[in-house]
């Protein structure tokens, strides 16, 4: 057993001062090694700080300092340095793909076209949602039938 995530600390002292959204230093840096993406996500205790964390995925390829963005609803609030508010927490991804682009130390983007695509068909007898999943050059096109009135969706 053990701890999901692993707490990270900030790299800096910092005072929000507004309620706008907040790019924060840890003390961490990737990659983060054994081929693993991680989801960052703030610490329960974040709350009771009156910080709001904005979740993010650190990619595996990912080699600048990981940052956490983050915003208060009731400022003036000072994060000192070496404060635990956020965590990652390791995720085994579909890594390694050969038209994956490398992250680098760019951050806050996406390296990827867009993979996934929505639209809505409107019929008389059931709503219908097309999906069309895309890698590269492959794709799926799925279809499902939404709001069932049971709170199901039926992925055919």
């Known amino acids: 057993a053990g701890s999901a995530g692993v707490d990270l600390e900030t790299a800096i002292e910092k005072t929000l001062v507004t309620s706008d ?30 910080l709001i964390i904005i979740p993010g995925l650190i990619d595996l390829d990912y080699t ?22 956020a965590q990652l927490i390791p995720l085994q991804t579909e890594a390694g793909s050969p038209n994956r682009p490398l992250r680098g130390d760019r951050g806050f983007g996406s390296t990827a076209p867009m993979q996934v695509l929505l639209t809505q068909q409107l019929l008389s007898e059931k709503p219908l949602q097309t999906v ?9 096109t799925v279809h499902f039938t939404i709001d069932t009135g049971a709170d199901v969706t039926i992925i055919n």
């Open 64 to 85: 600048g300092v990981i940052k956490i963005m983050c915003y208060t609803l009731h400022p003036p609030v000072n994060i000192p340095k070496g404060c635990k508010i």
């Open 21 to 50: 959204v907040q790019l924060i230093d840890l003390m961490v840096y990737g990659p983060l090694g054994q081929g693993l993406d991680a989801l960052l996500i703030g610490q329960s205790s974040a709350a009771l700080k009156r």
């Open 132 to 140: 069309v999943l895309q890698q590269g050059s492959k794709h799926t």
